[in-house]
């Protein structure tokens, strides 16, 4: 197995818990509280915030000129995902003001401040160890929902969100995402991997807890 394949072997059983969360299946099946998406959306708006920053620090970590423009390319990327989740936001009526002075989550505030010190004290690799369980779990999530349920993506309101993150657009930045990763250590020695793959449990893990956070509404 490469180095990605291992990352997902040992999260197996937390990938799989993704898709039976009662929040995924929610939007599975479209019966989401739509409270809960509410919550969900403002909160990942403040996470996106936080999200771009780490491709920011990856920018000046960046040792050459491509990988630079990777990650800015990204950056656009992010923007791109705000202004998506800004049409949710205008259906919920949450403004500006709101934004402002909603307070991140602690789970929220957890996860963003493990990624942005794995940015700042680490390098390359590390910094897409981090962000990757974020950027792939969500294809993985809405293809899964997609299989387990074609006539989702048709949704009045969720098929927006299963939509985007089922598209051939989206995967392919996250195989651009992959494809770097896997350039950038191919000559990592084993404990240098190892280091990676605890970063990616560790980001797993806080996506499983976004969702608990997303379902619970928790403060």
């Given at each position: 197995?490469?180095?990605?394949?291992?990352?997902?072997?040992?999260?197996?059983?937390?990938?799989?818990a993704?898709?039976?969360?009662?929040?995924?299946?929610?939007?599975?099946?479209?019966?989401?509280?739509?409270?809960k998406?509410?919550?969900?959306?403002?909160?990942?708006?403040?996470?996106?915030?936080?999200?771009?920053?780490?491709f920011?620090?990856?920018?000046?970590?960046?040792?050459?000129?491509?990988?630079?423009?990777?990650?800015s390319?990204?950056?656009s990327?992010?923007?791109?995902?705000?202004?998506?989740h800004?049409?949710?936001?205008?259906?919920?009526?949450?403004?500006?003001?709101?934004?402002?002075?909603?307070?991140?989550?602690?789970?929220?505030?957890?996860?963003?401040?493990?990624?942005?010190?794995?940015?700042?004290e680490?390098?390359?690799?590390?910094?897409?160890?981090?962000?990757l369980?974020c950027?792939?779990?969500?294809e993985v999530?809405?293809?899964?929902?997609?299989?387990?349920?074609?006539?989702?993506?048709s949704d009045?309101?969720?098929?927006?969100?299963i939509?985007?993150?089922?598209?051939d657009l989206y995967?392919?930045?996250?195989?651009?995402l992959?494809?770097t990763?896997?350039?950038l250590?191919e000559?990592?020695?084993?404990?240098?991997?190892?280091?990676?793959?605890?970063?990616?449990i560790?980001?797993s893990r806080y996506?499983?807890?976004?969702?608990?956070?997303?379902?619970?509404m928790?403060?």
């Open positions: 197995m490469n180095l990605v394949e291992q990352m997902l072997d040992a999260t197996r059983s937390i990938w799989t993704y898709n039976d969360h009662p929040f995924v299946l929610g939007i599975q099946n479209g019966d989401l509280d739509r409270s998406f509410r919550y969900y959306i403002l909160q990942d708006y403040l996470y996106l915030e936080e999200y771009a920053k780490i920011a620090i990856a920018v000046a970590k960046a040792k050459s000129r491509e990988t630079a423009l990777l990650f390319k990204y950056i990327v992010i923007n791109g995902e705000l202004n998506v800004k049409g949710y936001m205008g259906l919920f009526n949450i403004t500006e003001d709101e934004v402002l002075h909603a307070p991140r989550a602690l789970d929220n505030l957890s996860y963003t401040s493990y990624m942005l010190r794995v940015a700042y680490e390098g390359e690799a590390e910094i897409l160890a981090a962000i369980s950027a792939y779990s969500y999530i809405s293809k899964k929902i997609l299989q387990n349920k074609p006539e989702s993506a009045a309101f969720y098929g927006l969100w939509q985007g993150y089922s598209s995967a392919s930045g996250n195989q651009i992959i494809s990763l896997l350039k250590t000559h990592y020695t084993e404990a240098q991997k190892k280091h990676l793959l605890d970063i990616f560790a980001c996506e499983l807890a976004f969702w608990d956070m997303s379902w619970e928790k403060d």
